[in-house]
């Protein structure tokens, strides 16, 4: 057995974070003839170990430092492995001069817990991020998402991995440990070598911060010394506007085995694939056809795009060193998907993508321009929805939503999907002069969430609306019913202004206590954490709601309880 099944197989018992030092670690046997430097890996967050955001100096360029703002003084940030079906919690301290959040990009966590601009920790504070995991395995990331802040945080080095991982994906018989690589892309001016500033143009921030030079986990020119077995490769678009066109520079096909969300329902070959910020996509490569001694380059291919998109880059060399073997193998089949069907959609929305004068809110989602106090669409909880993203601008607009998985339906009609577009997505790259439909189902948390551009510039300027996902306010459960906790009427009631709302659990579980109007609309959140098993209260007081009726819904990860109870002034 290999270590790291060994390590995943017996953290089964519900440790959050499994630490697994060096897996990467290679013994340098041959002289290099060709220059770069090795590919860097961020050390992984152990358990009880903080995040602090704070300057610092890193060496990215060999022999000179780069100030970074990040965390743990680690570009990229450090990598958090967690077990799908474990309860993920980390302090966050804000050591900063600025405000900062950190946004969990991906993953469907409770609004509070979601790192938004409107949430952000300020200077000097702390905060504790915790929620459950109940998503599938798949490779996830996370970044600072502050008010006009989040492209310069990025930029800056504020961007790490997070990797889920589950018990269903090992049975696929996957490359591990050693063989399982992830991969950050991102890119910086080479005008500013070696620092990483952060300072766009009027014309970048219509475009996008492009860099020239591109890094990968943080590495210029790396290279990476390969065996002659199938690898796979994790690959996150961290930049802040670059869409790299993914391909070998012998034009080797590689197999595509997931998207944003996870593992694909089959093993896709291709020999290229779009990848715009936000996006991950996971593929499948086989060294051994090569020789040792010999490399293959990862490369974004030209494409034509506008401005700098588009251009030659190299990525990262891969250098044949020896035989081993991973292990891994191409699986026949992968867990299959349930796609939505467009005739159980009950409703529409669509966004229009439009582009105006130079200036602020240049980027705008339906004319409007992002105001973190304003609900700008009351979209229902369990309901399948098409959306369309119409883009009617020349520029690329990688559409990210918060809180939700969803899937593509069409590019401009067609419904042939490209491997990377079918799938669970949480970014789709909608092309100038696109419209591409997905379709949309909330079934996790309600509450406030984000529907943004990823271009981070974009998104920065104001292309972000917030969306509120609503509960249904009929009381019966439209779920199956909950067999892990109950939910008693609250005492006194009717009340005025406090009342003390008893429930029982009978495994611990991540609950979220939420009050609603008849209107279906959230009032707010009055609790949201981890409780063990057993009997549980707490008390409601509200002085500023008008007599009448409201809701209070005790949700455990996607099941809930409601009931009805009356203020009474
Ligand atoms: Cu990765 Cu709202 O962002
Ligand atoms: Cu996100
Ligand atoms: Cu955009």
């Not at 611990?508 to 959140?525: H, M, P, Q, W």
Request: aromatic share 12%; with cysteine.
């Amino acid at each position: 057995m290999k270590r790291r099944d060994f390590i995943i197989k017996s953290s089964l018992a519900g440790m959050a974070l499994v630490a697994i030092p060096n897996i990467y670690s290679q013994d340098r046997i041959i002289t290099k003839l060709q220059a770069g430097n090795p590919l860097r890996f961020p050390p992984e967050l152990q358990p009880g170990e903080s995040l602090i955001f704070n300057s610092a100096e890193v060496e990215v360029w060999p022999g000179t430092t780069t100030q970074i703002l990040g965390l743990n003084n680690s570009y990229p940030g450090p990598t958090i492995r967690v077990q799908k079906g474990s309860d993920f919690s980390v302090l966050f301290e804000n050591q900063y001069t600025e405000e900062a959040t950190i946004h969990w990009h991906g993953l469907l966590v409770p609004e509070l817990m979601d790192g938004q601009p409107k949430d952000a920790v300020q200077p000097g504070n702390n905060y504790t991020y915790s929620f459950p995991v109940f998503q599938r395995a798949g490779t996830y990331f996370y970044h600072s998402h502050a008010h006009h802040l989040t492209a310069k945080h990025v930029y800056m080095g504020y961007a790490g991995f997070f990797i889920v991982e589950d018990e269903e994906e090992l049975q696929y018989g996957l490359p591990t440990g050693a063989y399982d690589i992830p991969l950050l892309i991102q890119d910086r001016h080479s005008v500013y070598q070696p620092q990483f500033n952060y300072s766009p143009s009027m014309m970048d921030r219509m475009l996008g911060y492009l860099g020239d030079v591109p890094l990968v986990n943080g590495t210029p020119e790396a290279f990476f010394d390969v065996q002659k077995t199938l690898y796979r490769f994790r690959i996150v678009n961290g930049s802040n506007a670059r869409v790299y066109k993914l391909g070998f520079s012998d034009n080797s096909p590689f197999h595509i085995i997931a998207t944003d969300g996870g593992l694909k329902d089959e093993v896709v070959p291709t020999s290229s694939v779009f990848l715009s910020p936000g996006e991950r996509i996971e593929i499948l490569f086989d060294f051994a056809p090569y020789n040792i001694g010999n490399s293959i380059t990862l490369q974004s291919q030209t494409f034509s795009g506008i401005g700098n998109q588009g251009t030659l880059m190299e990525l990262l060399r891969f250098d044949i060193a020896g035989d081993l073997s991973s292990g891994g193998t191409a699986p026949q089949e992968l867990p299959p998907i349930d796609y939505y069907d467009i005739n159980d959609i009950s409703g529409t929305r669509t966004f229009t993508l439009s582009q105006g004068i130079m200036g602020t809110g240049m980027h705008r989602i339906n004319g409007l321009t992002y105001d973190m106090n304003r609900i700008d669409e009351v979209i229902p909880f369990n309901k399948l929805e098409e959306w369309k993203f119409v883009n009617n601008t020349n520029n690329y607009h990688p559409m990210h939503v918060h809180g939700v998985l969803f899937q593509v339906y069409s590019r401009n009609g067609n419904t042939i999907l490209a491997p990377n577009d079918k799938g669970w997505k949480d970014t789709v790259l909608v092309n100038p002069n696109e419209t591409v439909q997905t379709l949309v189902k909330f079934i996790d948390y309600s509450g406030t969430y984000l529907l943004h551009c990823h271009n981070l510039e974009h998104e920065d300027d104001g292309m972000m609306l917030n969306i509120e996902i609503d509960n249904p306010t009929n009381i019966e459960n439209e779920d199956p019913s909950p067999n892990n906790f109950e939910l008693s009427q609250n005492y006194p009631n009717p009340f005025n202004p406090s009342t003390t709302i008893n429930y029982k659990l009978t495994i611990a579980g991540f609950v979220t206590i939420s009050i609603f109007n008849l209107l279906g609309r959230k009032i707010e959140t009055i609790f949201t954490g981890h409780k063990s098993s057993g009997q549980h209260s707490i008390v409601y007081t509200n002085k500023s709601l008008a007599s009448g009726t409201y809701i209070y819904e005790l949700r455990m990860n996607d099941r809930a309880l409601r009931k009805k109870m009356t203020l009474l002034k």
